[in-house]
């Protein structure tokens, strides 16, 4: 069947430094995506979405790119924290609903 | 605002005993969701609500699965009888109708973690 999945398991960075997480999807009908950030214990949180009638959307030192040519999302992290370590999720959903499709997360870990 | 609380936190059984999990959405979110998520991989969704009615129930495992929204605002989700692999942290979330120019938002509750002996 048709799945969101990411490149790489873990990313390790340096405080300070630029994070990019990737993730790749296949359901060439999906027109929403959207980053989650899951805590230890936690439950996923909201990052940032994005349309497919767009190709980047910025928030606060995060920046969503979305290629639709090879079906690619990235979130990038500027000046990563410790506090921004967790694992990530890409989400993505059509328009016929609301069922988010997630991928299986990338582990992030900031070094101080 | 108050978040999706979910209990129990934490439930350890034995494999074919029941169990029950249960949800209290955000105030006023009309749609409701139950994840099951494996350790390492991302959440997939076993029920959506709407109100109290059932909007997609396809990935749920039916034979053992079971949950309900009587009021349309707490929900729970049973599982009888369990399976090893049913261990996981069950995930409730809760969104409401979006407005013009925006989708609906998922907020996600801590979860269950459910561990089947």
């Known amino acids: 069947g048709e799945s969101v999945g990411l490149h790489l398991p873990t990313l390790s960075v340096q405080e300070g430094d630029n994070s990019i997480i990737n993730c790749a999807y296949s359901n060439s009908a999906s027109d929403y995506f959207i980053w989650y950030k899951q805590e230890s214990g936690k439950g996923p949180q909201f990052i940032i979405d994005?349309?497919?009638?767009?190709d980047k959307r910025q928030g606060q030192r995060v920046t969503v790119l979305l290629n639709k040519t090879v079906k690619h999302l990235s979130l990038q992290i500027a000046a990563t924290q410790p506090g921004d370590s967790a694992v990530y999720f890409c989400?993505?959903?059509?328009?016929?609903?609301?069922?988010?499709?997630f991928g299986e997360g990338t582990q992030l870990t900031v070094n101080p | 605002e108050a978040g999706v609380a979910q209990s129990p936190r934490y439930k350890i059984i034995e494999k074919r005993q029941s169990v029950a999990f249960w949800c209290n959405p955000i105030s006023g979110h009309a749609t409701l969701y139950w994840y099951q998520q494996i350790l390492g991989q991302g959440p997939k969704l076993l029920i959506q609500f709407q109100n109290n009615g059932v909007v997609d129930d396809s990935q749920l495992p039916k034979d053992r699965f079971s949950a309900e929204r009587l009021k349309g605002v707490d929900s729970t989700l049973k599982i009888q009888p369990a399976k090893l692999e049913d261990s996981a942290v069950y995930l409730c979330?809760?969104?409401?109708?979006?407005?013009?120019?925006?989708?609906?938002?998922?907020?996600f509750g801590p979860g269950t973690r459910l561990l089947v002996l």
């Open positions: 994005i349309r497919s009638n767009m």
């Open positions: 989400a993505e959903t059509n328009g016929g609903g609301s069922r988010l499709t």
């Open positions: 979330a809760s969104s409401s109708p979006p407005g013009l120019a925006s989708r609906e938002t998922q907020y």
